[in-house]
T-cell receptor
Framework: GNSVTQMEGPVTLSEEAFLTINCTYTATGYPSLFWYVQYPGEGLQLLLK?????DKGSNKGFEATYRKETTSFHLEKGSVQVSDSAVYFC?????????????FGTGTSLTVIP | GAVVSQHPSRVICKSGTSVKIECRSL??????MFWYRQFPKKSLMLMAT?????????EQGVEKDKFLINHASLTLSTLTVTSAHPEDSSFYIC???????????????FGPGTRLLVL
């Protein structure tokens, strides 16, 4: 079946530190992979995505590369800011004859301190 | 870990009928629940935020009279699509939030989604 596993938090970093949030997946077929961000009190927002192997998604300084050989989609940012404090969700979208469906990780809480 | 279920997983209905989708937190109490909609080939769109015992907060552009949300208990929220039309056909996902302990942030758990097809 399909599933997403992401590293548990919470993660606390100092401003300008390097961020990595690990995400691995299991899937049948060729899924698309996503990172969503949820700021306090708000719903999910799409952060970045990759639709096929070796694609790199990037947005707002965040990057993630779709690695089929390691079934991973780790989120990275070279220098975090206080405003990046949020919860980050890795997600997979599978495709089938009956439609497509999302599978989400449980989320990783990030707190960036000045 | 915490589990969120949705029922039904798939539903086909005729135009003009109403459809109710249930979102349940199975082993925890959820203070807030979110409803999302996924348009074809697009990402999730937040529809509304519901808090137990109070009215839902709808996102801009979402018709509150068409998408009725009831969060009657800490384990159940329902989304009713009233007078459904083909353009309402979509994939609806709910998530349930649990406040973090010791100052930690809220954790969100997602349901598996409900696919609605309106003929």
């Amino acid at each position: 079946g399909n599933s997403v596993t992401q590293m548990e938090g919470p993660v606390t970093l100092s401003e300008e530190a390097f961020l990595t949030i690990n995400c691995t997946y299991t899937a049948t077929g060729y899924p698309s992979l996503f990172w969503y961000v949820q700021y306090p009190g708000e719903g999910l927002q799409l952060l970045l995505k990759a639709t096929k192997a070796d694609d790199k998604g990037s947005n707002k300084g965040f990057e993630a590369t779709y690695r089929k050989e390691t079934t991973s989609f780790h989120l990275e940012k070279g220098s975090v800011q206080v405003s990046d404090s949020a919860v980050y969700f890795c997600a997979l979208r599978s495709y089938s004859n009956t439609g497509n469906q999302f599978y989400f990780g449980t989320g990783t809480s990030l707190t960036v301190i000045p | 870990g915490a589990v969120v279920s949705q029922h039904p997983s798939r539903v086909i209905c005729k135009s003009g009928t109403s459809v109710k989708i249930e979102c349940r937190s199975l082993d925890f109490q959820a203070t807030t629940m979110f409803w999302y909609r996924q348009f074809p080939k697009k990402s999730l769109m937040l529809m509304a935020t519901s808090n137990e015992g109070s009215k839902a907060t709808y996102e801009q552009g979402v018709e509150k009279d068409k998408f009725l949300i009831n969060h009657a208990s800490l384990t159940l929220s329902t989304l009713t699509v009233t007078s459904a039309h083909p353009e309402d056909s979509s994939f609806y996902i709910c998530s349930a939030g649990v406040p973090g302990l010791a100052g930690l942030r809220e954790t969100q758990y997602f349901g598996p989604g409900t696919r609605l097809l309106v003929l």
